[in-house]
T-cell receptor, first 113, second 115 residues
Framework: GQQVMQIPQYQHVQEGEDFTTYCNSS?????IQWYKQRPGGHPVFLIQ?????EVKKQKRLTFQFGEAKKNSSLHITATQTTDVGTYFC?????????????FGRGTQLTVWP | KAGVTQTPRYLIKTRGQQVTLSCSPI?????VSWYQQTPGQGLQFLFE???????NKGNFPGRFSGRQFSNSRSEMNVSTLELGDSALYLC??????????????FGPGTRLLVL
């Protein structure tokens, strides 16, 4: 079945360092979505990428969607303690599974002050 | 607009019991999806309802069921609880459930502990 893989599982950085998480799908995706979950919280939508090779920025966050629409990355420049949380990528199903999201396992980011 | 609400927020049950969780979507949203989140398996899709009809179902046993009411509120039920059912249960709402186009808004979740 469709799978979305995400690495690394954990990342510990010092405040000010950069952070990147990578997402890879077993199938071509119509779009990829990114969510952030703070400790004890619930996933909050960050962004959706639709076009092949698309790059979107939100302040210090840069999101990329691969040319083949099978991989994506999230890069945070100069991390801050407010960036702490788990970042998930998710892709929609296809065919009979259209309407559901397949989530990666997430990358848990810890930022040391 | 008020966000997605879920009740109860925390629940403790014992094995063999059953539980019903409730989700009220954002006003105007007609699609409600349910996910189970555990440290071991991550976020797993349970099912999705739209206009009182189940449109998609994940790979969970029949002990997991759900329904949606005419006001779009949804409930999920887990019967004969097992220890492995301990998890955070999240519901997400969207306007039509078209995940190719729409954002899904998650509720705060119900944390279920099975003893």
């Amino acid at each position: 079945g469709q799978q979305v893989m995400q690495i690394p599982q954990y990342q510990h950085v010092q405040e000010g360092e950069d952070f990147t998480t990578y997402c890879n799908s077993s199938t071509t995706l119509s779009n990829i979505q990114w969510y952030k979950q703070r400790p004890g919280g619930h996933p909050v939508f960050l962004i959706q990428l639709v076009k092949s090779g698309e790059v979107k920025k939100q302040k210090r966050l840069t999101f990329q969607f691969g040319e083949a629409k099978k991989n994506s990355s999230l890069h945070i420049t100069a991390t801050q303690t407010t960036d702490v949380g788990t970042y998930f990528c998710a892709g929609p199903g296809r065919g009979s599974t259209l309407g559901r999201l397949y989530f990666g396992r997430g990358t848990q980011l810890t930022v040391w002050p | 607009k008020a966000g997605v609400t879920q009740t109860p927020r925390y629940l403790i049950k014992t094995r063999g019991q059953q539980v019903t969780l409730s989700c009220s979507p954002i006003s105007g949203h007609r699609s409600v999806s349910w996910y189970q989140q555990t440290p071991g398996q991550g976020l797993q899709f349970l099912f999705e309802y739209f206009s009182e009809t189940q449109r998609n179902k994940g790979n969970f046993p029949g002990r997991f069921s759900g329904r949606q009411f005419s006001n779009s509120r949804s409930e999920m039920n887990v019967s004969t609880l097992e220890l492995g059912d301990s998890a955070l249960y999240l519901c997400a709402s969207s306007s039509t459930g078209a995940v190719t186009l729409e954002t899904q808004y998650f509720g705060p979740g119900t944390r279920l502990l099975v003893l």
